[in-house]
């Protein structure tokens, strides 16, 4: 059964820096697209970034040209360095997995992580 475990979340000042990281185990982690969500208070849970098997990187426009998604093999780690923070991007970041490419409903989901940007 795949497991995965997000950290690295936290509280930083607005334009600072965060790394979140997703340890995915039970699984073979090459074959799996990786991606962020996040979900702020009273809030729809929103797509953030995913990385495809390939290492192909897509990003929503909100955080396109901030973050930056990679998914490190032999780590079995799918990272979210999210610099240029604003207080619009608080929120409980979720690490999630799936086989296929693009899936409308991700398979596999993380608890989540705090990230809280101080204005």
């Known amino acids: 059964q795949v497991q995965l475990v997000e950290s690295g979340g936290g509280l930083v000042q607005a334009g600072g820096s965060l790394r979140l990281s997703c340890s995915f185990s039970?699984?073979?982690?090459?074959?799996?697209?990786m991606a962020w969500f996040r979900q702020g208070s009273g809030k729809d849970r929103d797509f953030v970034a995913r990385v495809l098997w390939t290492g192909q990187p897509y990003y929503s426009d909100s955080v396109k040209g901030r973050f930056t998604i990679s998914k490190h093999n032999a780590k079995n780690t799918v990272y979210l360095q999210m610099d240029s923070l604003k207080p619009e991007d608080t929120a409980v970041y979720y690490c999630a997995a799936d086989v296929r490419s693009a899936p409308v409903q991700y398979m596999y989901w993380g608890q989540g992580t705090q990230v809280t940007v101080s204005s």
């Open positions: 039970g699984g073979t982690f090459s074959r799996f697209t």
